[in-house]
């Protein structure tokens, strides 16, 4: 069956050299009646190697790699490499321009979104395409996300296991390879529909990784990803790695085992926690309570840590819903 | 000629004992004919002594204070305190159940609209509500903010110069008993409807103050509140001190002299920064840039700082318009 | 000081005859730069006698009023009367056409803001438009209400009363020849910036009433003022009683006196009324308790009468936020 | 093939005892990346006996079973009973806490849904979720409902016949065991997809009704529920009747048979009826008429019923679209 | 396989005579749990002859259609024509209603949704409609468009090619037999799911044409269609020429070969123009520039033609979003 | 009384040069709480001479005058001029970039909020800039306009005659000075509060005109302002006309006299226009019709013109409501 794809590609991806151009994403609509989505693309190619994407903006609220990507893109000589890189610095442009998780245009998720629809929601076109025309034309796939908005975290690169252990070791040797001071492993799956898993159905070495979050811009986490970008790639073997290059610093391995790793608000109000990133815990230790400003003489509602571990990752917005997470842990990886 | 105010309280403010209930501002809409929004409001009376006014949720995304507010409420025995304490957890209280730092109901930003209108919207009915009745019942305002989601702040206590020596002196010696790391004189002024300008209109001793910010809770920033609330009534002596107490930390006093110490986006796009809270800075060096992604390959634009001093104020989202400010500098005070 | 209105109307006040026609205020928008909201107005006249002004849709969401004009002004011949009546069956005629309460322009409710303002919103317009050339033209007004979508009512006429007793005593005389199953007399008011009082600022009698309410059309409203309106303008002198017309039904007049007639929300939530309309309570007894459906293990939250009296008005929608009114109550005139 | 739900519950549906708590389905937005909506669900289980499942809150605007069935959760004990009882006092949650028809998220109306969808709105997962794990695990369903903010409805408990004598039979001894004033039965049927049509296809004895409506909460149908519940739990052997309880008052049976049932607005507009609930029409006699607010001098449009019938539904709101229906009828059912 | 249109239309497709009534599209909603969709269809129909389908408002911003259909509905008497016409001048009514190119429902573009979904959108479900309903009964349709909005059109009429050169050859005997001033053939299609590639599928003579555009109500444009809609309705033998009808004008065919015939917006910005429709243009012409007022002091970035043409189409709207298409070109047709 | 505007310049209006810089309105709302609205002004000073205000942008949506002038900022040379221009080039910025005629921001119309209010709403600070900061530096002000969206205007340069004869003969003899094709005298007011009103209040020079409208960009208006800017400096002596400059061609006196000239939309629905711009009409003509295309059967609602006259203006968009304007008219000025 052909692609069924409706956007094009202003670049040629089998063409030597820099190409920095856009997707056309045709999108009809009151205001511009043969209107598009430009989502932008840098095709870097030279000689022959491994090929390789690169995206940021997969949600639109995560910023440290759309700005490692963006200066990579302008930076970058096609003489540096062997192979080809594809770079999408803003993959669902709409919620990009738009500081959101989510597309403006369609509420979507594109991270939730995989294997997409061609004749679906702007979102769900992305989606598509990604998984239909550029996961087959690359080997390696590494999707710089940051937590979003919701939520602050130690900063990491991580990896899905899959069935493959073949698939599994190459991902693994590469998740060090980057050097992020933790890598983590997630043993248990919010949903098939996301990059790592869309990445495995392809057989393509994925990684993923939170690099910040809040919607704020960390300096550290820009620097993770600017620094892990050229030890993958030398890694690779599509660049060669810096004269006096220092090697990759040891990564911590860790994991997420289960359900009983998250912490949800019991209650919707001010949420006001009582532990800190990188926070050791135990089960049972409160987490934190829910106020209620409305109504202060009500009590207000704790909650609880259910198993040991590092608090890796916190709820950032003071207001919550009931069944927001708050709080999510890692433990160190049992291999 | 009598208070024109429509909102009328379900507390007594003469009345011995702990009273915690609602101020009603009649507001009649489609939802609700006889609809009331219903700011929560705390007086603890024991005796005689001073009046004080304590708030919080000024902007509705400033939660440290109102976090500390709640908890003191519920906490505080009468018999504790000689005097009044009129303690008002959510002013803007539709903005705090919404997140927000304006109203959803009338965008109003409560902290721009002091002296208020009793005949306009719900946050000016607030505000002429505070200042006509509420501040001629008190000889001092502490109004805890936190610098609201769009900023991350330095924690400070804060106060603004009058033109009334002794109103001044006052409100120092209070500034320093409350021992927050910094306390920081606004020598310039954004805007005279703020908080601190309606105090001191008053002849009120006025505090302010940045905790937090980023609309995250800050453990560090409840604890400052809830440590400098106890000291500063004991200062005011409507408590004693706590047996035990450590005397208040001493505190690094600063100030912010003029529009130079403020650096403004100078164009839309995404900003990535070049400096951290506390950094100290020269006039002259790169502040940061506004990247463009749906146009990577479009150069970054940068600013820089005009004058020399230290990061007090960073904005947090990563998206900016033009002429959002994204870092303010302070000095120490000269006096 | 000239009337500085901006509203002009197509139709002559002076002129005998009935003539059907608009009010323009002009509305300067995008879709439309130079459009106009057009308000109906009828103006019926012959010969020489009292000017009577007639009103519906002052509220969008109350439809009784508006169905009994609307007939009104096809159905009249100028013959039939002595005098003038001006009709504005639809007042609000943005809020009319939305089926709210406010107007959908500005969010303005037109009886929370008489006097108005000619340079103001669009309802502001309106309000000045009454105030400042109709009032002057009348020597009677009724306005008719309904509850709106929010509240359901026992159908009733109603007066507030002013410091001139003499024009009290007319309004009371009138209030009984219009013949309403109940004489409403407001001891207390929300708001002086309601039509009734304007009327009473203007030397004008005034009555206003609820025919019904809940966002519904009652056939018995719109009856009770088709019937109403002929015995007003009877006793008005502007028509004569049609023949073997029916002497009014004797009202039975009732009160409000004071803010315990209501009973207020004590949470947000789903509210379970314990009383009907017309059901005659105790201070003490339950009135209703509020609900929390998504977390049915927290016990249903109550509320009680502050006074004893009929009920004359309850909540219609479930769902309640903390604040509205769910009950008001009535008590026998005491005179 | 595997269930493909997203949506885990917290509950044990094979464990004895009474417990109250929620699902979780996964929504990752924006202001919250690792949100859930928590949907409240109490299991009851005693033993062994039947299964059946209570719901409410189908539509978010009919509020009588949401009352009625958290009142049980919290009163009924487990020793009460033989079997197992799931009941989802608000099962479109979402709609439920926005007092509407339909889901704010995806305006999804749940009751057009079944069988629903793993991977779709979070409306649709609720669909999927009530047909492919709930549904399969009861013999019995009743869905109360209310007719919503739009309809006025005489209270009824309902079925519908499907192609299964035997189902057919079982659901008709089960409706008049419930004890409704009046029992009607859906000879046609507006969608497949409701609630009605999923239990048939699942083989489920399954019951609906509209309790009241108009948006309010009323007691007449909060009292129906609550008896009819006891009544049919008894029925089907899963609580023994109380000592003292009466027998089921008698259930008229009556019968919406086709289209010429219904009566829509010819005109968009103020409706004005002609007609109450309880009355008996004959064809061809007026059913209201459409008014002109903003044009008072053009007639109004008047429409006409089709069929003889009692008037069983009526529109609430006043403002009609064309098409809107405005009154439907029942007949005595002819079995 | 059953057509599973829930869609049912007042009319009756086999009668003789003129029918002016409705289509009923189910829509449940808060605001009418029993509303319906009202989509207007005419049936014209005597004797025995061609089945023809005229519609407008596919999309809602696209006035020249609509006027002349409803003109036609009110004005032909069944008596002059042989055979059937179905006209729909309101296809997607809530966009016409709205005066917007896609649905205010759903967002829908009907003319992007072709063959649809029974069990979509509303707009899905007018796609279906159309698709397994009307085109089967029909051998002709003609679908009036306009350019909408955002789009300002030379007047044409148009068809697609098929790889069915019967069809293509009656097709294009109908464009010309239409006569308008152009005719246009497209040789790239932007989207399968438009209105010529659904009546291609089904086998039946389908063209389309724009004539006008902008927004705006030409009376050149009403004035091709009248005509040219009787001259095709006497090409197909439906009518008779009127006596004294002039032959249809010569019709200048062009076609639009391929993607390079499209100039797009470079950046978000203001955009001037620098041609006019009508005129010739050459490659790498300049097309006009986006310029930057909020930043004046930025130059204003060009764009080109690729291709030799004649401007047929220019954007209307001085706004732009980058992939906004500014210009089109055609060229005579090749054959 | 000081002036009372919290807005400031990064321009010195009294130093020699060119600046291209902003004004900053302090704008304090959730996603930033130190934002700042950046309104683009340009001061280009040389020597001695008149102070000139150039404006554009008034209304967002009206664009010729934005290109002009952001085309004249870059290109002009402070060494080309004697005296001072100061150019605002969209001067409700937030409307500018909308393509708005109003606000997104309050929807404020800023052409009828002349002289505004320092503490108001956005636009009513840009008014009370414009009016007590701006006006009081200038002898002259060109405000350019061009219809908007929602209208098509013939292309002309305007002016209100004052009480001041002198006034009104140096503003009559720029406006010949101008030389657009039409000149036109208002001679009557749509309201006060345009900038027309503002700046004969202010005693300076203030000349108007619409150069386009529909929200496009006509080439002929832009080319209109260019030419006449020029001949306006170079008639106001800041600049020396251009060697080989053609004088000014003779310009159409036209005026609008009254009420009668403007004819309104009858009835909401589709409008039908029977008449072009520039046609020549009499009193009783038909003016065009409203279609019903919900409704086909409904007949049309014809409006007819008042009085003699040319279409100079007409509605653009094809939906209308009752009271928009469809056209007005204008005659030849009586001087």
Redesign the interface.
Known sequence: MPNRT?I?AEVDYEKDGKQ?A?L?L?H???????????I?V?VIKNGKGPSVMLTA?N?G?E?EG??A??NF??EIDPGQIQGRIVVL??LN?PA???????SPLD?G?L??LFPGDP?GTPTQQIAYYVDSVLLPMVEYWHDYHA??????YLPFASMRQSEDKRLNDRTMTALKAFGAPIGLVWQTS??S?QSLGAGIRRDVVTLGGEFGG????T?EG?RIIERGLRRELAHLGVMTAAPGETPAPATRLMEVRN?SY?V?AP?PG?????T?LSDNVKAGQPCGQV???????R??VPCHFKTDGMVICK???????????VV?LATDWKG
């Not at 937590?147 to 602050?152: C, E, F, Q, V, Y």
């Not at 809040?214 to 811009?217: E, Q």
């Open positions: 409706r094009w920095v856009w056309h045709h009809s609509v009151t205001r511009s009646a043969y209107g598009n989505i430009m932008p840098a903006g949600h609220d910023y759309q700005i990507l963006c893109i302008r610095p803003a442009m990009a321009l738009n500081g959101t998780r989510v509420q998720n991270n939730r004749d937590g979003g908005s919701s939520l602050a919010i949903d529909r809040t919607g704020d811009v300096i820009v359900k998250y949800y209650e001010l949420f006001e926690p009582f800190e106020h209620f400003v409305d109504n202060p003489a009590e207000p709820r950032h917005f003071g207001r919550v819903e009931r069944g927001d997470c999510h």
